[in-house]
């Protein structure tokens, strides 16, 4: 009897601290209808019109969004992970908008923790070591241009309403909300009408103000579309083409953090394809610039497209790939043409390392990586040479396939030849990226023994 009464006085002493703070006063969807900021109400798509069930969100997801709704806070789910749902994917993840605030959120959640100077967001702690983001619906305002203004900017607390979140958002499928008081969807953006007729476009009436205030919003706008197979709408898609060469006033650390994320994506390609039709591929790379207009363009574009094509198709066969592998794939179409790569005529074994070091920062300058991924990057390509030699002379010496990037080196150079119509002429199969491992010896920590029988 005493355990039970202990227990119910530490159940309602942790139900006490969460109403610490003076709960916002809960609006439903039918309320919502009926309220709007400017004028404008949202669409309200109610549970038998759309495709979203509870049994599709992440658990932990579900518990903040119930823990904020039963203390009176409006919970919804935002941004991506709406669309995706829509759209009959898994989101990777689940972020919760609401109108309380940070300390709110602190005191609600126990294994929380505010992060963020500009803007604070609030991660919430799962035992299973997930991660939820909750973030207070921010305002619009002229003095708050997102991620693109500098950190001396006021407003840096500009708390607002569900209408000014939804606003502030970049493209219109991304501005949904997934209400879970009603298991309703409140759109504000026209969203829902964009994803059912497949269309990519920015929020509001003015495409040239938003490329002018985040240009990296334009290379959003092509990862969703890529992404979905969707059309970029038509004014948006001209504010891109007028305004991408402002891609190179962001921070560098941010166009590349964008990037590097759609090499993961496995749709590298048609992003590729998107990003130079519109202008952004040789803005963001401009070592690639002279590539696309020597008598060799053809030949740039076929490797361009032909090897991200088989990135994509690693990254969807869940082979582990290396950042260096990537950074190898991107710059080799651009780097083949060059005078400077076809004056390193190398005949015997040799690793022109620094060399093609060099020739990968005209090509990614001002583009920063770990020096790890930019060396091993620069051994990837250096090898081609030398695995080119081995194969013709049938003798593959030990300082070749004792290498840390052999295996990797090995398939780019088969993957150069399927793209080229060449044929395979590479060692065995399992040494390429993706098989499994040679089989280990007895001894520990031995490296495995290959022999040149093995390999020719």
């Known amino acids: 009897m005493s355990k039970s009464l202990s227990k119910a006085k530490k159940y309602s002493r942790r139900n006490r601290s969460f109403s610490a703070a003076p709960p916002a006063q809960f609006l439903s969807a039918k309320q919502l209808s009926l309220f709007g900021d400017s004028g404008n109400h949202p669409r309200i798509i109610s549970r038998p019109e759309h495709c979203i069930s509870r049994k599709d969100i992440d658990r932990e997801a579900l518990k903040v969004l119930y823990r904020l709704k039963d203390n009176g806070y409006i919970a919804y789910l935002v941004g991506g992970s709406v669309r995706d749902l829509l759209l009959g994917r898994r989101p990777k993840d689940f972020d919760v908008g609401t109108n309380a605030r940070p300390e709110d959120l602190k005191r609600l959640f126990r294994h929380s923790r505010i992060i963020g100077r500009r803007f604070r967001l609030v991660h919430v702690y799962s035992p299973s070591g997930k991660i939820i983001e909750v973030s207070t619906f921010r305002c619009r305002s002229d003095h708050d241009n997102g991620e693109y ?27 949904l909300f997934y209400n879970i008081a009603d298991f309703s969807i409140i759109d504000y953006v026209g969203g829902m009408a964009d994803l059912e007729q497949g269309i990519v476009r920015f929020i509001g009436n003015d495409p040239e103000h938003k490329c002018l205030k985040d240009p990296v919003r334009m290379m959003r706008a092509v990862r969703h579309a890529a992404r979905t197979g969707f ?32 090499l993961h994506s496995g749709y590298s390609r048609p992003w590729a394809e998107l990003m130079l039709r519109c202008g952004l591929f040789t803005s963001v790379f401009s070592g690639y610039a002279s590539a696309f207009e020597s008598k060799d363009d053809w030949l740039v574009r076929k490797l361009l497209f032909g090897l991200l094509g088989h990135l994509d198709h690693m990254v969807n066969d869940c082979i582990e790939i290396s950042e260096a592998f990537m950074l190898a794939l991107l710059a080799y179409p651009g780097l083949c043409v060059t005078p400077a790569w076809k004056a390193l005529k190398v005949d015997r074994l040799k690793w022109p390392t620094q060399e093609v070091k060099s020739l990968l920062g005209m090509i990614f300058t001002p583009h920063d990586f770990r020096r790890c991924a930019r060396d091993a990057a620069a051994q990837i390509l250096a090898s081609q040479w030398n695995i080119s030699i081995c194969l013709a002379k049938g003798n593959w010496p030990k300082r070749v396939w004792n290498k840390a990037t052999f295996r990797e080196s090995i398939t780019f150079y088969d993957l150069v030849q399927e793209v080229l119509g060449q044929p395979i002429v590479g060692p065995d199969p399992h040494l390429r990226l993706g098989s499994k491992p040679l089989k280990k010896s007895g001894r520990r920590n031995r490296r495995p023994y290959i022999t040149s029988r093995s390999i020719s």
């Open 231 to 262: 059309t970029i709408e038509n004014n948006t898609w001209q504010s891109m083409l007028r305004h991408s060469d402002r891609i190179r006033l962001c921070a560098i650390s941010r166009v590349r953090d964008e990037w590097l994320k759609d």
């Open 149 to 175: 203004a500098s950190e001396g900017v006021s407003h840096i607390h500009g708390f607002g309403s569900p209408q000014e979140d939804a606003f502030r958002r970049d493209l219109t499928i991304n501005g």
